[in-house]
């Protein structure tokens, strides 16, 4: 959020970042829920947020649906499985299918690690079970930290992480990489093909936008998104992504609203499925 504040400076004026951090993300977006809708108040919506915890929480004091109107996507991080580079040698994993056909050989005997129960590694997890029909145990872990140690350890056989947080172990060789869950492959890690040719329309990102509160006006919605998606095209906010491992997504506020409406409607049943639950 803070390279595009400086983007954003001369068309904005000053923006000023304020975390506040907790609850998987609930605290800050509750304050954007109940900041007077003026447009001086907006924050971020993730995955978490405004996909997630509506199902993963008893109860929220927000609305996901309701409570926010979108400005702009702002970027997205492909998510990839990566197995330990150890164990895929001692398995000979090399690939999605090696690793299927492995724990379809062994009911069990495959478990992978996650940053805790409803967590975004957790549901691609459940998601990549359910597609490929093999069984693997799921470890949660205190955080997504902990999860990687715990991969790096051996103590778990492979993770969906961030390619973000993956990057640098998989540089090392001490990851291997197996696949992105975008969509399509991602320019980010080339070479490495999508789950989506395993399991027909698979696609789980991290994602990251802006939303502001119900209620603000049109034509300040319409203000807030040209001037950040304006930033987030420019070459200079997209070198700067790149070098986090992520890629910029500007979008309208349509656009935006749509697109996490139809992320909720995904993870809704991945999560009932799954019966993780928070309270």
Do not use: C
Request: proline share 5%.
């Amino acid at each position: 959020s803070r390279v595009l504040a400086e983007r954003v400076r001369d068309t904005l004026g000053t923006v000023i970042v304020e975390n506040k951090a907790g609850a998987g993300g609930n605290i800050g977006v509750d304050a954007i829920a109940k900041a007077a809708p003026d447009g001086k108040t907006i924050g971020l919506a993730t995955v978490a947020t405004h996909a997630v915890n509506p199902w993963l929480y008893k109860k929220l004091p927000f609305d996901a649906g309701k409570d926010f109107v979108g400005l702009t996507q702002m970027v997205r991080v492909p998510n990839v499985l990566v197995i330990n580079a150890e164990r895929a040698k001692e398995l000979k994993i090399n690939s999605v299918a090696d690793l299927v056909a492995y724990g379809k050989a062994h009911p069990g005997k495959l478990s992978y690690g996650s940053g805790g129960n409803g967590s975004a590694g957790h549901l691609a997890g459940e998601m990549f079970k359910q597609g490929m029909q093999f069984t693997a145990v799921h470890i949660p872990y205190r955080g997504a930290s902990p999860a990687q140690l715990a991969l790096l350890a051996g103590e778990v056989d492979f993770n969906i992480d961030n390619l973000a947080a993956a990057s640098a172990n998989i540089k090392s060789g001490k990851l291997k990489a197996l696949a992105v869950t975008s969509l399509d492959e991602s320019s980010l890690l080339p070479g490495v093909p999508a789950l989506s040719k395993q399991i027909k329309g698979f696609a789980i990102d991290t994602w990251w936008g802006l939303v502001a509160p119900a209620g603000t006006p049109a034509d300040v919605v319409e203000k807030l998104s040209k001037a950040f998606s304006d930033a987030l095209k420019d070459p200079e906010t997209q070198k700067r992504f790149a070098t986090l491992m992520a890629e910029p997504v500007p979008t309208t506020s349509k656009q935006f609203d749509d697109f996490m409406a139809a992320e909720r409607t995904k993870y809704g049943p991945v999560v009932k499925a799954s019966g993780a639950s928070v309270d």
